[in-house]
C-alpha cells in the first residue's frame, strides 16, 4: 500500500492526481526538535506523550496529574487512550491514526482502553534502536531535518548531513543573566566570559563551530513585547557585565541586554551567512495548571513593524519568519512582499491547521514571488510525526492549487507541481544551504 493510500486522499480528482504525486517525493524538514540520539519513538507513550495530546485532553477533562512525569509510562497512556475520543475530531488525532497505521499496521478505526495493550505492544522498540530510526526514516522518505540544538550541544554522535544542526539562541539572548548560561558558554568555548567584548568573541565561536558542521540556520523564538534594536555597546557595557557577575538588574538593563546580545547575533548571522529563523509571539506559562508543553499561549498585539529595523539593516541576512497568531498572516506576507529578505515560513504551532493554512497558503501563493515560499516544517518531537504533518500540508497544498491555479487559471497539472516542488524541495534547500548549486541563506 501507498503512503498515499494509507492517508485520506483529496476528492477532487485533479487535488488527488497532485497529492499522489508530491507524496512520492522526499521531505526536506526545515525546522524540528528531533533529538537525533533517539529521533524516532521507542514506545506508544513516547508518541501520546506529544503535547498535542496532553493539552487537548487535558481541555476536555483530563486532570493534568494523569500524565505525570513521575507515572509508568504504560500507565501514562492508558490514562489519554481513556480521553481520545473526546478529540477524535482534532488534525491531532488524525496524525496519531496515520502514525499507528502506517508504522504498527493498527487495523482498528480509533485507539481507546480496549485495544491499547495491541497498539501498545506494537510500538514497542525498545531493543531496535538504531534499526527502528532507520525504518521509520526510509518509510518517512526523508531527505533532511533542522534541529533544535543547546547553543552548548558538543554536535556529535549522529550523521549531520541528515540530522543538519541549528543554533538556537533563545538563552543567550534572554537569559543571559543566568548564572548557568554564562556558565555553560565558557566551558562550550573556552572563553573566560567577563564582560562585552568576550562575550562577542564567545558568540563567534559558537557560530564558527555550528557553522563548522554544516548548521541549517540561527534561530530564535521571541516573546511579542521584544522589539529589535540596534545595540549601543557604551550603553550595554554595564549591565552585560552586570548580568554576568550575578548582580541584579533594573527592567532598561534587562532590555539593553537583549538587545545588544540579539544585535550581536544578527551580525554573526551575516558574516557566516546564516539564516536567521524568527519565531515570533508565544508569551509563555499563561496557564500554569496546564500540562507539560500545554502552557503558552500568543498575543495579538505583536507586530513585524517593531521589525523594520532589522529587516532594513540586515539586508544580507534571509529572515525566515513565522508567527504564532493566525491573524497575523496577512502583515506576514505583506512584509515579504516588500522586504527581499523576509520569507514566511511554514506554518507554526496554533496556525497548523488545515483551515488556517489554506488561507494562508492562499494568499501567499498568490501574492508572493514562488522563491520566497517555504512550504512547511514539522516542528516535531519523534520522526513519526514528520509523515502525517507533511501530509496534512501536502494535501492541502494540492488542493489549493488545484484550485486557485489549475482550475481558476487553467495551469497544467505539470506547472502546478513546478510550484509544489519549488514550496517543498527548492526554496528549502537552497535556503537552508542543502542545494550544492545555491549559496547558503541565498534567495
Not at 550581536?264 to 551567512?273: H, I, K, P, Q
Not at 529578505?341 to 488556517?356: D, E, I, K
Not at 484550485?403 to 534547500?429: F, H, K, T, Y
Amino acid at each position: 500500500m501507498t503512503l498515499a493510500r494509507k492517508t485520506m486522499l483529496p476528492t477532487n480528482p485533479q487535488a488527488r492526481a497532485l497529492f499522489e504525486e508530491i507524496a512520492t517525493w522526499p521531505i526536506v524538514d526545515p525546522h524540528s526538535h528531533i533529538d537525533p540520539h533517539r529521533p524516532a519513538a521507542r514506545n506508544l507513550d513516547e508518541v501520546l506523550g506529544y503535547h498535542y495530546y496532553t493539552e487537548l485532553a487535558h481541555s476536555a477533562g483530563m486532570p493534568a496529574s494523569q500524565v505525570a512525569a513521575e507515572l509508568d509510562p504504560r500507565t501514562r497512556a492508558g490514562n489519554l487512550a481513556e480521553h481520545l475520543e473526546r478529540i477524535d475530531n482534532t488534525v491531532q488525532h488524525s496524525w496519531l491514526m496515520e502514525i499507528a497505521r502506517t508504522f504498527h499496521d493498527f487495523p482498528d478505526e480509533r485507539i481507546d482502553i480496549g485495544n491499547l495493550d495491541i497498539l501498545y505492544d506494537r510500538a514497542n522498540h525498545e531493543l531496535d534502536g538504531e534499526d527502528w530510526d532507520r525504518r521509520v526514516w526510509t518509510t518517512t522518505n526523508l531527505e533532511s531535518v533542522c534541529l533544535t540544538n543547546d547553543f552548548d550541544d558538543p554536535l556529535e554522535g549522529w550523521d549531520t548531513t541528515r540530522y543538519i544542526p541549528c543554533l538556537r539562541t533563545d538563552d543567550l539572548v534572554l537569559k543571559l543573566h543566568e548564572p548557568a548560561v554564562i556558565e555553560r558558554l565558557r566551558r562550550c568555548t573556552g572563553e573566560d566570559v567577563q564582560d562585552l567584548a568576550s562575550l562577542r568573541e564567545a558568540l563567534g565561536k559558537l557560530f564558527s563551530r555550528f557553522t563548522s558542521k554544516g548548521a541549517c540556520a540561527c534561530a530564535i523564538s521571541l516573546p511579542p513585547d521584544f522589539v529589535p534594536r540596534r545595540g549601543a555597546p557604551r550603553r550595554a557595557v554595564t549591565p552585560i557585565r552586570r548580568a554576568i557577575q550575578g548582580l541584579d538588574l533594573r527592567p532598561d538593563e534587562h532590555a539593553e541586554i537583549r538587545a545588544t546580545v540579539f544585535w550581536m547575533l544578527a551580525e554573526f548571522a551575516a558574516e557566516f551567512r546564516l539564516p536567521f529563523d524568527l519565531m515570533i509571539g508565544p508569551v509563555r506559562n499563561v496557564y500554569p495548571a496546564g500540562v507539560a508543553g500545554g502552557r503558552d499561549l500568543f498575543d495579538r498585539r505583536v507586530s513585524l513593524h517593531d521589525y523594520r529595523e532589522l529587516f532594513n539593516h540586515f539586508a544580507g541576512v534571509t529572515f525566515p519568519v513565522s508567527t504564532l497568531s493566525p491573524d497575523a498572516a496577512a502583515e506576514l506576507v505583506a512584509y515579504s512582499w516588500i522586504f527581499p529578505n523576509v520569507l514566511p515560513h511554514g506554518h507554526w504551532w496554533y496556525s497548523n491547521v488545515p483551515a488556517f493554512i489554506r488561507a494562508d497558503l492562499t494568499a501567499r501563493i498568490q501574492a508572493l514571488p514562488k522563491v520566497k515560499l517555504l512550504g512547511y516544517y514539522s516542528d516535531a518531537y519523534k520522526l513519526e510525526f514528520v509523515l502525517p504533518k507533511f501530509n496534512t500540508y501536502r494535501r492541502v497544498l494540492a488542493e489549493t492549487l488545484a484550485e486557485a491555479c489549475v482550475q481558476a487559471q487553467g495551469w497544467s497539472e505539470g506547472r502546478a507541481l513546478q510550484l509544489a516542488r519549488a514550496i517543498l524541495l527548492d526554496n528549502p534547500r537552497r535556503v537552508f544551504g542543502r542545494n550544492p548549486l545555491g549559496s547558503p541563506g541565498s534567495i
